[in-house]
């Protein structure tokens, strides 16, 4: 917001397998395959966790992921992407709607509504997912966390602590972003409930690459 332990998780980026459109329904609350099949992370994804402001996800959580990417763009311009939440549908197509609840720039204390489908699985209906985010930390051009639920009918994660850190690195800018869910629903299937977190966190990943990286006139590196 994985059933492995946390600590299996750690350092390890799985792949989706099976349900592609429910994967990316419910990990992008502001959320690959069960740990103990998944491949070895890269160097990057095994370093300390990400953190904004010294805060990083649940750490009692069971159901986590971490990935990252490199983008070739200014780290200003991948910000502004992602913090200009008004403007995800625009670029994620998953996000259905989005919506700021407060004016100005995104900041500590900033509350989003936005909503994405979930389709129908063994356990529950479809339905459209409603999260409310609250972002607790905010660093310009660094670092953001925010938290809070996801609610549908027949669905629901309790909380989903987000972080995502951007820092310049040769080549590019180094996305990393790490997300927690938990909730007695969510927790009943831990792999399911994993890989739908891991697919939806790298789709968003690969879409913040392709709308950073498209070109943007007036726009200077730097």
Known sequence: ??????????????????????????????????????????????????????????????????????????????????????????????????ERLDHGPLRAGSAFRWTTPAPATPTTPATTLVITSTVRQLERDRCVRWRGPAVGEGLRIDEGVHVWTFTKVRGGVLVRTEETWTGAQVEADVPTATQALGAGLEAWLRDLKTAAEAPHRGHAAR
């Open 1 to 98: 917001m994985t059933g492995t332990p946390s600590s299996h998780l750690r350092g390890r980026r799985t792949r989706a397998a099976g349900t592609p459109a429910l994967a990316l329904a419910l990990a992008l609350a502001a959320v690959g395959a069960v740990a103990a099949s998944a491949p070895a992370a890269s160097a990057r994804s095994q370093d300390r966790a990400p953190t904004c402001r010294g805060v990083g996800v649940d750490p009692k959580a069971e159901i986590r992921y971490r990935s990252d990417i490199v983008i070739k763009a200014p780290i200003s311009r991948i910000f502004k992407t992602q913090t200009d939440v008004a403007r995800w549908p625009a670029w994620q197509s998953p996000v259905l709607t989005a």
